[in-house]
């Protein structure tokens, strides 16, 4: 039962993550023909231009660093301290 049961999540699973399925007949499109940059030093662009009635607009976004780094913690973040 527990095999059956795997084999069945496994086969959904796949089914699922299996890309342009679509039961009901519609497909997706890219959200933006075109990437529109975001202003400023920085690799951002708008899923979607920007309209004139959005709530927030961005004038600029400056990065530093610019293209952005990965955090690395300082190793005695992870040492145990002596009780």
């Known amino acids: 039962m ?8 496994l086969a959904l699973s796949t089914l699922v993550a299996s890309e342009g399925l679509s039961f009901f007949g ?17 690799p951002l662009t708008y899923c979607n231009p920007p309209r004139p009635d959005d709530i927030l607009v961005l004038e600029n976004v400056d990065l530093s660093p610019n293209p952005p780094e990965a ?4 190793i005695h973040l992870f040492e145990r301290s002596p009780n």
Do not use: H
């Not at 955090?71 to 300082?74: E, L, R, S």
């Open 71 to 74: 955090f690395v913690a300082p």
């Open 26 to 42: 519609g497909s997706q499109k890219s959200l933006a023909d075109e990437p529109v940059p975001v202003p400023g030093d920085n």
């Open 2 to 9: 527990k095999v059956s049961l795997s084999i069945l999540s």
